[in-house]
């Protein structure tokens, strides 16, 4: 079972995934993965935090103007700091969680060298999954564990409709774990 979210930027992709995770939550399932939000100083986007799912732990994900060679327009990757959470963040989710969150699979998270495979091992594990994936990804790798996904594409025009549904994905995650089981 595997659930990808997928629009334009600012479309609320995040706003959704959040949604999402703390109905499974209240639904008493162990959710693990990652959360990327971005933080904003005096209204400004400054960076990204990588944030565990299980234990909160948070790392600098990628920051404004700050000398790197990993970039990503003007945001610099911090690399070492952001492996270490996702690493540990993904092998926990992957031993202990019952679903699997990642927001987002994008071009950031993308420039950490074990997030890839991680990525790759939890969509291959038969857990259910639930990703915001990047409007414009192209990793063929990716792309080939997501034919059999229920997408969503959030639009300004349908996301309210959309996060006021979710109680149908809800049952589905719920049942694929039930079946998972039998
Ligand atoms: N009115 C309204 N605003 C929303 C909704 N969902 C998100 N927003 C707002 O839209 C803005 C962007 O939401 P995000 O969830 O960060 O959007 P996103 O698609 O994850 O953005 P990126 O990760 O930058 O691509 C935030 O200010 C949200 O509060 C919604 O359903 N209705």
Do not use: C, Q
């Amino acid at each position: 079972m595997k659930i990808i979210i997928t629009g334009r930027p600012g479309v609320g992709k995040s706003t959704f995934f959040e949604k999402l995770i703390s109905e499974l939550r209240e639904s008493n399932l162990l959710v693990g993965g990652i959360k990327a939000p971005e933080v904003r100083e005096h209204g400004v986007r400054i960076g990204f935090k990588v944030i565990d799912l299980l234990s909160g732990e948070e790392a600098w994900l990628a920051k404004k103007s700050i000398p790197g060679s990993v970039r990503i327009g003007s945001y610099t990757v911090l690399v070492e700091e952001a492996s270490r959470i996702i690493e540990t963040a993904l092998r926990r989710a992957l031993g202990e969680a019952s679903v699997i969150g990642i927001d987002e699979v994008g071009p950031m998270e993308l420039k950490i060298p074990v997030f890839k495979p991680l990525l790759l091992e939890i969509l291959d594990s038969g857990k259910p999954v639930i990703l915001v994936v990047h409007y414009r990804l192209t990793n063929r790798d990716i792309l080939g564990r997501l034919s059999d996904a229920e997408k969503i594409v959030l639009t300004m025009e349908n996301r309210e409709h959309v996060k006021s549904s979710t109680k149908g994905l809800i049952n589905k995650v719920i049942e694929a774990l039930a079946s998972s089981r039998s």
